[in-house]
Antibody, heavy 119, light 107 residues
Framework: EVQLVQSGAEVKKPGESLKISCKGS????????VGWVRQMPGKGLEWMGI????????TYSPSFQGQVTISADNSISTAYLQWSSLKASDTAMYYC????????????WGQGTMVTVSS | DIQMTQSPSSLSASVGDRVIITCRAS??????LNWYQQKLGKAPKLLIY???SLQSGVPSRFSGSGSGTDFTLSISSLQPEDFATYYC?????????FGQGTKVEIK
């Protein structure tokens, strides 16, 4: 079964760093893009960025460029989303997802990681 | 960025009703239009990609149409499990933006 399994919920303080993960299984991880989507509490979906694990080609939404870093470790079939200094406004559910090529529709989704940033 | 505008933002309907949700792009997106369903507390689920291609396992009461900038999602006969929030997404250009969502509630 093709699936993406994300790391567990996090509670952090403003200014702290964080790296959440998304592990792919049931398919050849390096040959499929992996994207990240943010959903703030009670709000809609926001496309953050995407990585191609085979060559680490990464594209960010301008809204998130410089705010987060997307990476991948092919040896463990895992993609990451990280922050160097969290803000309260980073509180959200974060989903990883795999797109259908060439249409770039996300057909496989992780279960989501809830990140809460509060002092 | 391409802006995606859905209407209505919410609707109330009864089981068995036909429901239509529209999505308008701020510029032409060819056929790069996708629809997702999200239930409370769950990850989104892909329903339709490339305007009208039904994702595997999705019931045939869901259909999509449109081209260029104007698109629709139709549910031919609303079922109890269809009460959810629906999002369109353009995958024509980065960032691959979503509409604001349409919440389908029980009348």
């Amino acid at each position: 079964e093709v699936q993406l399994v994300q790391s567990g919920a996090e509670v952090k303080k403003p200014g702290e760093s964080l790296k959440i993960s998304c592990k792919g299984s049931g398919y050849n991880f390096i040959n499929y893009w992996v994207g990240w989507v943010r959903q703030m509490p009670g709000k809609g979906l926001e496309w953050m960025g995407i990585i191609y694990p085979a060559d680490s080609d990464t594209t960010y939404s301008p809204s998130f460029q410089g705010q987060v870093t997307i990476s991948a470790d092919n040896s463990i079939s895992t993609a990451y989303l990280q922050w160097s200094s969290l803000k309260a406004s980073d509180t959200a559910m974060y989903y990883c997802a795999r797109p259908i090529i060439p249409w770039d529709a996300f057909d496989i989704w992780g279960q989501g990681t809830m990140v809460t940033v509060s002092s | 960025d391409i802006q995606m505008t859905q209407s209505p933002s919410s609707l109330s309907a009864s089981v068995g009703d036909r429901v239509i949700i529209t999505c308008r792009a701020s510029q032409s997106i060819s056929s790069y239009l996708n629809w997702y369903q999200q239930k409370l507390g769950k990850a989104p689920k892909l329903l339709i990609y490339a305007v009208s291609s039904l994702q595997s396992g999705v019931p045939s009461r869901f259909s999509g149409s449109g081209s260029g900038t104007d698109f629709t999602l139709s549910i031919s006969s609303l079922q109890p499990e269809d009460f959810a929030t629906y999002y369109c997404q353009q995958s024509y250009s980065t960032p691959k933006t979503f509409g604001q969502g349409t919440k389908v509630e029980i009348k």
